[in-house]
């Protein structure tokens, strides 16, 4: 997908996005999509089945996701705005835990188109998704790590212990608020991320997303076409003097004024 990088001139200055699609070309795209949204969607699905043992399985089929994601966004005619120095911040990223707001379902979908490949990262999904035999190949190769959320200390045990084994340029996307937040700001924040930032020796990574609830919000099917915002925040470095709340506050703080500037 064409990215539209900030001008030069104004390294805060908003991309400029290009005319929105007209009506006969998104319905076309919307038909495209319902014709061949499914067969793409079975091709992910299966094949894991047959690949997942192959030598470097993991690396290109997270690309051939992120792909089908970049696709799907496409025919939708959904476009993902992030500035050229915030893909390149995220392309050489390492050694970090990104932590995302989580407005709408559209969320993971945009992550997937934005972040280079340079960069690798997974997500944390909840075990019942793994007890999907359709899924459980796919997940499992992908790397995506299982958690069980019935016991909150064996949750964090083993999401710490995945961080710890990843490659440094390998990060796991945490959604802090737990689930989508219905406020107009930032919903509070559980602490997970920044006890595995801490007991992993990693930094924290904020990314802000922007609008994607105004094209997707709760109880619409179908989201409307339009522009999702990004902003790649500094890395966040946990404080081992002060208590997890007084670190998780910082980070929702920092990521609150970016997001209320809008």
Not at 191 to 209: D, F, K, L, M
Not at 213 to 239: A, E
Request: charge should be positive; proline fraction near 6%; aromatic fraction near 8%.
């Amino acid at each position: 997908m064409r990215r539209f990088p900030a001008m030069a001139t104004d390294p805060n200055a908003r991309p400029l996005a290009p005319s929105t699609p007209g009506p006969v070309l998104r319905i076309l795209k919307r038909c495209l999509l319902v014709l061949f949204g499914p067969f793409q969607f079975l091709f992910i699905a299966f094949v894991p089945l047959l690949c997942a043992h192959r030598p470097g399985f993991r690396g290109w089929y997270w690309r051939l996701v992120k792909r089908a994601c970049s696709r799907l966004l496409w025919l939708l005619s959904i476009r993902v705005e992030i500035s050229e120095q915030e893909r390149v911040a995220l392309a050489e990223d390492t050694g970090s835990v990104i932590v995302i707001n989580h407005r709408s379902h559209l969320d993971g979908f945009t992550m997937m188109d934005a972040v280079p490949d340079r960069k690798w990262f997974t997500f944390a999904a909840k075990k019942e998704l793994f007890d999907a035999r359709l899924l459980r190949t796919g997940f499992k190769a992908a790397g995506l790590v299982e958690i069980d959320r019935k016991s909150g200390k064996v949750a964090m045990e083993t999401l710490s212990d995945a961080v710890r084994s990843m490659p440094d340029r390998r990060s796991v996307v945490l959604f802090p608020e737990g689930t989508r937040t219905k406020s107009e700001s930032l919903g509070q924040f559980k602490a997970g991320a920044v006890v595995v930032a801490r007991e992993s020796g990693r930094t924290i990574r904020p990314i802000v997303i922007l609008d994607s609830d105004r094209l997707l919000p709760r109880g619409r099917f179908s989201p409307l076409s339009g522009t999702v915002r990004i902003r790649v925040l500094d890395p966040f470095h946990c404080d081992p003097q002060v208590s997890v709340e007084e670190d998780v506050e910082r980070l929702r703080g920092q990521m609150m004024a970016v997001f209320d500037r809008g």
